[in-house]
């Protein structure tokens, strides 16, 4: 039903008054003579986007051609929220420049937030008196009364600016109004990213082809070649799909962020924007792509050690044996046996000191055989051996073990997972603190005390790289004097007896009980217990065994 030109003139009555006070405001601030020079040319641009509302509301709201103009509801929507999100973005900037500087009055600050206020009200009351509604290949606008639309909060910019975070990375803002794109480098630049902005699709096409960018703010709505376009094009190059993209719109509609998610955007934000909520989803964006990076990085740097050492199958066993640890002499000693398989195995362990008494040691087993097993195992091991790990304590073995999960899921390493055992010895506080991921126990005992038990060091987990949500305990022991570690991989006991059972881990620690208190375990004790018990046949599996004595 058409509207009367009585509900009209209300409809422009009630869509004027915050209006005018956007207007007053502006013309109270400008005219007040201590106002500091940097507040002015924005002022001018809030003041001029106040009276450009009128304008448009009395051109749209004329009874004489209002059923003509909101047909186009893409336009109409374009037209009345364009100069609101303009207003409401440049007296956002000016809000945080009051909040940088402590000294500005408190009259200006107060306006300010009025100005905002009034301008949050101008638009659920567009809203609440224009809703449009959209079908498969047509838009019809229809006028109704109507309770006002959800809007999102923005809260106070200086309580949003408090918390004083500062981003990195560099982001092309592709938006066709220059006052978008401005607000929007302005505003981001403050918070520490390196800003690029372009007005056409094309252009972003161009740059992104012969620039590097972390992220694109993407205006979905553009002359020429759409936001929707440059998406898809974008996707559909390889060198460019991984880059992030954030869509942006003033039509907060359903269909169309369905859309650009099915597309491949990342997320979508629709005008003015919430400032907090702008940051936390640039934050998400990049940091999602920093992610990918890492795993794509590890990804390649698996791949060239495959490179250079698919030439040398034969010698493969070898080079995982190179890069085992030295035995310890010292204070502390170490000892180990390393069997591989017929096939190349998974196999790996070391030890290293994290300070002058603190020592790690750790022993891994990959899932399968053959090169990529032996490959991703020493990848693994040449990680653990230089603490490369980012924003990891290599002193809690929990964090090791959920960073190893998070950059190496197996769906990027040809699905193969490993188990780990990873402790770090306190010769301080003679304490050793452990976890594991799916890996046998290790043994702690006293060698000499037959009667003193033997303890079995392992923590409830998954194999590093089977669930992206897997989470990894930490436990703690005290280490007697004269202790004795033993850490192993399930070789060592997972094999076909003599009378053809299969072996079991209580098999191996009753063995383990029986053999200490006649004679010394050592790492060769161990492997040939193993050899006998598989009847003399080659061993199906890698055995590592590694003792550790601790005076």
Known sequence: MNPSPQELSRIRHELRSPINQIIGYCELLLEDQSLPAVFTPDLNRILSGGRQLLEVLTEYFDASHFEERRRNVFQLHHDLRTPVNHIIGYTELLEELVAENGGTSAQLAQDLG???T??????????????????????????????????????????????????????LVVDDEAANREILVRRLMRHGYSMTAVDNGMDALRRLRSEPFDLVLLDLLMPG??????????????????????????????????????????????????????RARIAACLEKKRLRDRERETHQALIESQRLLAAEVAGAAEYVRSRLPR?????????WSFEPSEQLGGDAFGYHWLSERQLAVYLLDVSGHGISAALLSVSILNLLRSDSLPRVDFRRPAEVLLELNRAFPMEAHNNLYFTLWYGVIDLTHRTLRYSSAGHPPSFLWTPGMPEAPVHRLRTRGTPIGCLPEARYEELEVAIPIGA??????????????????SATLEDFAQWLDGERRVSSVTPDSV?????????????????????IDVP
């Open 484 to 501: 004795r570690l033993l850490v192993l991989s399930d070789g060592a006991y997972e094999f076909c007896a003599a009378d053809g059972r």
């Open 327 to 335: 035995p310890l002499t010292g204070e502390v000693k170490t000892s």
């Open 118 to 171: 009034a301008a949050h009200h101008w638009l659920a009351l567009m809203e609440e008196h224009l809703i449009s509604t959209s079908t498969e290949g047509s838009v019809d606008g229809e006028f109704l009364l109507a309770a006002p639309a959800v809007t999102l909060s923005t809260g106070s910019p200086r309580s949003a600016n408090a918390a004083n975070h500062h981003g990195e990375g560099r982001i």
């Open 114 to 116: 009025r100005i905002r």
């Open 225 to 278: 070649i759409d936001g929707y376009q440059v998406l898809v094009k974008l996707k559909s190059d390889a060198k460019l799909r991984h880059i992030p993209v954030l869509m942006v719109s003033g039509l907060d509609q359903d269909n169309g962020i369905a859309r650009c998610i099915e597309a491949g955007a990342d997320d979508y934000l629709t005008k003015p924007f919430n400032p907090v909520l702008l």
């Open 527 to 547: 492997l040939k217990a193993a050899q006998r018990g598989n009847g003399g046949r080659p061993l199906e599996d890698d055995v590592s065994v590694v003792v």
